[in-house]
């Protein structure tokens, strides 16, 4: 599973602007891996780095040391829900006359065909499919005279998920969709101003945490830092897989420490799902604090069974076939000395096709396990992501096609135990009409047309 972007912004005159982001980035790397980019301003003109690839692999000490300017702005990224082609690098820059921005997003614009097709009816021309430049394009072409009035008139038109950061020549803009799917906070450091899609980023540079962007709210910081909303006061969505998977655990999101609910999700599940067993182990590394709660919650011994070999999946060079067909093995290695003859309780995070699942099953079956027994921090997944999680088709999710007996015998295990929603909802410890659990219930947040059938708000599909 894939979630869209990390973004990170900085106002800071006086400061190397640029080298903060590249160190931010590192702290974000987690939320995209294809593609990263920084854009700096100067008070004249706005200057762009992006590539695919890393953070360390895409900037060289030469490219920061040549990025100089008051504010920057940076992005890494997968590609967005349901892309067909690669991810494309941001920041985008766009220029309309005398107005010039870049734009790093992390969502999905849910009308973004429609507003396509009206830019195009009016002369624009598109180099890629990126929400990115749809919404730079946006906000350069739209009416105004201030970047104040041009923006929020752009972001009035958006529907969908959107967590903004842009760069003008002498500004630094954040904004947030009036759902606020996404996470954004706000953030001090030597009398400038950050923005960043997790807390972890603050942290990782010497920053001070201020305080969320509000749903439906554009900040503009330089000198003289002001906010408007644009949104209306409706529905909140915020995604609840931020704090089951996407998050750094020492981020703070939505007030909530990650890692403290992690912990809480592993606790009910022992609850609402115990059995007896020797081990816990958690599938590194986002479940790894939720089977450290389900061992206090049990009194089973919590021990580090399944190791992960991080660097998989971060570089270019594919395997060769004999590699490929090791499979799962290339990314886990279970210690067979711990693990032999004995009963296992094994804490994931989530099941989306259950492709990756079985292998791991089988990994420890190979290690000497006695008996495996699985139990997940997320519910079972019924229904695609419309609002920018790279999560799969319908017809893909297993949880779609199967019961959860069904699932468990598909999955080779002793016994398979999920979250139930008002459980995860009690450990999250946030209130429910502020959460998005349409992946589990079908009740989308907003229209929304994925593939051939249109789900609306309060749809229900089983």
């Known amino acids: 599973m894939h979630e869209s972007c990390g973004i990170f912004g900085v106002y800071a005159p006086g400061l190397d602007n640029a080298r903060l982001v590249f160190f931010a980035l590192f702290a974000l790397q987690h939320r995209g891996q294809e593609c990263a980019g920084i854009a700096v301003c100067d008070g004249n003109e706005v200057h762009l780095h992006a590539e695919p690839g890393l953070v360390a692999q895409v900037f060289t000490e030469e490219d920061l040391a040549g990025m100089r300017g008051h504010a920057a702005i940076g992005h890494t990224c997968y590609s967005t829900c349901n892309a067909r082609r690669p991810a494309t690098p941001q920041p985008v820059l766009e220029r309309n006359g005398p107005w010039s ?12 065909a429609s507003l396509r097709q009206s830019l195009e009816a009016s002369g624009q021309h598109f180099a890629s499919d990126s929400n990115a430049e749809l919404i730079a394009k946006l906000i350069v072409s739209s009416h105004g005279a201030t970047w104040q009035e041009k923006t929020s008139s752009a972001l009035k038109r958006l529907q969908g998920a959107y967590s903004i950061t842009a760069l003008t020549p002498d500004m630094l803009i954040a904004a947030r969709d009036p759902m606020g799917v996404r996470p954004l906070s706000l953030g001090s450091l030597n009398g400038g101003l950050v923005a960043a899609s997790e807390t972890c980023a603050l942290d990782h540079i010497g920053a001070k945490f201020i305080r969320d962007v509000n749903p439906g709210e554009i900040v503009f910081l330089n000198n003289e830092t002001s906010s408007l909303h644009f949104g209306r006061n409706g ?6 897989f931020e704090h089951i998977y996407f998050a750094r655990p020492d981020s703070v999101v939505e007030g909530r420490l990650v890692y403290e609910a992690r912990l809480a999700m592993g606790a009910k599940l022992a609850e609402e799902h115990p059995v007896d067993a020797d081990l816990v182990l958690g599938v590194p590394d986002s479940a790894t604090a939720a089977a450290i709660g389900y061992s206090r919650a049990s009194g089973i011994p919590y021990r580090e069974g399944l190791l992960k070999n991080r660097y998989v999946g971060r570089t270019f060079i594919a395997p060769d076939q004999r590699l490929r067909d090791l499979g799962v093995q290339l990314k886990f290695n279970p210690m067979a000395s711990l693990i032999k003859g004995q009963r296992l309780v094994v804490v994931d995070d989530s099941i989306v096709r259950g492709t990756t699942t079985p292998r791991v099953v089988n990994l420890l079956r190979q290690a000497g ?8 921090c997320a519910p079972p997944l019924r229904h695609p992501c419309a609002l920018g999680v790279d999560m799969a088709s319908e017809w893909e999710l297993i949880a779609a096609r199967m019961s959860v007996s069904e699932i468990a015998d598909y999955l080779g295990v002793d016994s398979l135990g999920y979250t139930s929603v008002p459980g995860l909802v009690e450990a999250v410890a946030l209130p429910q009409d502020l959460l ?7 009740d989308y947040p907003l229209p929304v047309q994925m593939g051939l059938t249109s789900l609306t708000a309060g749809s229900e599909r089983v």
């Open 101 to 112: 921005i870049a734009v790093a997003h992390n969502g999905n614009i849910t009308n973004s």
């Open 436 to 442: 998005c659990l349409a992946c589990f219930e079908g």
């Open 235 to 240: 529905r909140r969505a915020f995604c609840v």
């Open 369 to 376: 396990a006695r008996e495996v027994h699985l139990r997940i």
